[in-house]
């Protein structure tokens, strides 16, 4: 298990910003896939993006491309998650995780596929 530290969570009208920040501080190794999930209450939690340290290669949701965008430090284990224009439906805990298998290379990770996560941040968009 990585530990994983995340921030930036928080409540924002809609058509606001939020930057979501996950960092694991403890882990030495190089992360090969980091991202992020997100459930809202009552529903299935959902991959909403993830980034491979490789090649520095992006995927989306559909629901948020184009008003998210994930980066990231290698150097320091860390993923950011600029999320713009948010809407009231974005509004969800938000989970980093991170998959140190080795077994992701490409494509949008679903949320069993990582192999660590955090806590989860709070995110809460109104209309």
């Known amino acids: 298990q990585v530990k994983l530290v995340e921030s930036g969570g928080g409540s924002v009208q809609a058509g606001g910003s939020l930057r979501l920040s996950c960092a694991a501080p403890?882990?030495?190794?190089?992360?090969?896939?980091m991202g992020w999930f997100r459930q809202a209450q009552g529903k299935e939690r959902e991959s909403v993006a993830a980034?491979?340290?490789?090649?520095?290669?992006?995927y989306y949701a559909a629901s948020v491309k184009g008003r998210f965008t994930i980066s990231q430090d290698n150097a320091k284990n860390t993923v950011y998650l600029q999320m713009n224009n948010l809407k009231p439906e974005d509004s969800a805990m938000y989970y980093c995780?991170?998959?140190?298998?080795?077994?992701?290379?490409?494509?949008?990770?679903?949320?069993?596929?990582?192999?660590?996560w955090g806590q989860g941040t709070q995110v809460t968009v109104s209309s």
């Open positions: 995780a991170v998959e140190t298998a080795g077994l992701l290379w490409v494509g949008l990770p679903a949320p069993n596929e990582y192999t660590s």
């Open positions: 403890e882990y030495t190794k190089s992360v090969n896939c």
């Open positions: 980034i491979y340290s490789g090649d520095g290669s992006a």
